[in-house]
């Protein structure tokens, strides 16, 4: 059996023991929300906010205008000003900043109701391939982070506001984001996590 399979193998069979050990209650798993009820969940919270706000669910505009906000005192406002994005996306307290903050009460709110809430600063799947380097983690995890916010300004829109908010509106930009994401997450996947390490290493 392959390294990939391997993971793949645990990984299922983790998702199938907590299915068997599951106990349903109000479109709940013991330890994990209903896919389908989530599902459901996104689709009439989309329509609540085309009606109340006129504007589609987004994480990442309300990111950079924090960003241009963050960085005001340490480049100078007048350079951000100038900034040909900033100038246009300047920091303010909007629709996006409130949903990028319920975002994150309502993902707290929906750990502790599911009882899976944790601290944890390395995720297991991470430390079977590359250790338990904290360092290694963060260095890491913030590049990936830069790069993705990156590639979500210059689209114009990430998961929720290509992939979800515009896919149900059958925007050809919405189903061309989703179909490169899902396959450049199954290749990036394919290749960071082609092993496991059986010995974790600390720093």
Known sequence: MSSIQSIKYRHQRRIFM???????????????????????????LSWVVF???????????????IAGGVVSPIVGADT?????YWKTNAMKLDYGTLFLIG??????????????FKFESIPSVWQERFGASKTRRFIVAFI???????????????????GISQ?????????????????SGAITA????????SNSSGE
């Not at 013991?30 to 996104?42: K, L, T």
């Not at 951000?80 to 040909?84: F, H, I, K, T, Y």
């Open 18 to 44: 907590a299915q068997q050990q599951a106990v349903h209650s109000g479109g709940r798993l013991a330890g994990r929300w209903s896919p389908y009820i989530v599902g459901v969940g996104i689709g009439v």
């Open 51 to 65: 009606v109340v706000v006129a504007a589609p669910l987004g994480i990442t505009t309300a990111i950079g205008q």
């Open 80 to 84: 951000v000003a100038a900034n040909a």
């Open 103 to 116: 975002t994150f009460f309502g993902a707290l709110a929906s750990a502790l109701v599911s009882r899976t």
């Open 144 to 162: 990936g982070g830069a790069l993705a916010m990156y590639g979500a300004r210059m689209a114009g829109g990430c998961t929720s506001g290509n």
């Open 167 to 183: 896919s149900l509106q059958l925007a050809v930009v919405g189903w061309t984001f989703l179909a490169v994401m899902f396959v």
């Open 190 to 197: 394919a290749i960071v996590y082609r092993g496991s390490r």
